[in-house]
């Protein structure tokens, strides 16, 4: 059976100040679909510190070397690429592992709320990642597919056209993995502006058995529209012990609402900072 494997990174154990304008670590984000011959999809992987235990995860998942045929980076933050830029740079973390293809979209001409063009150095960054894993790059488009040992991924947004996009969270990939059986949906780190994009242009297909809830769960993304259409049974959050005791503070007022909405249509709920958990795919 095909399983998708939430881990728990070690800044989803964080449960210091949050919320008041302390500094925290963004919870960072993995994601590791296996098939049923033990093939292995990767979304992200967490900070640079999760390098080591996230392969062994992954290590675990294959039962020998890992073979990873998809490696997907949702957006341009460390808190996602971190690990395997590290996997990248360090000659000892490098034979650990084998990845045969990156995905990913950090559209160039993208401006920040400063003017400034982030995608550049993380593109640099992520073809380096592909030199030193002798990984081939590549750069999805709207609608693509894939198939890995009978599971479909499906492209659903991917920002070619970031002009009214400001914040590099919205620039996230968002995409199905399907089995026979289920669907899961991996949402990034998206903000409301691409779930509504999404909710309008795809309405009741965005049904799904899994969804991961945008954000590390944080209500600045929540989208109750997206999440009825979405509907899923089993959320998977990827989000700190101090981040989830602050959304449920009152500290944001109504807008916690939103992410409830997701909570309350699931059955089963799996926060990352609660341990790695695997389920059914």
Known sequence: MPKLIQYRTLASLYSGPFGDGSPWPAAGMGYVFVTENRHLIVVDGGHGADAEPFLD??????????????????HPHGDHYGALREIATREDLRGRVSVRELWWYFPPEFRDGKGKAPCEGDNRHLREVCAALDAVEHMPRMGETATVDGLTLEMLFVPTDCGEIHNPNSLSLIFTVKSWAKTALITGDAFADTLGYCAERYGEALKCDILQLPHHGLCDTGLPAFYRLAGAETLLIPLSEAGDRCMRSGIYGEATAANLVAEELAATVHRAFEGTVAVEL
């Not at 995860?57 to 980076?73: F, K, Q, R």
């Open 57 to 74: 995860l992954l290590t675990e998942a294959a039962g020998e070397t890992p073979v990873v045929d998809l490696w997907m980076v949702t």
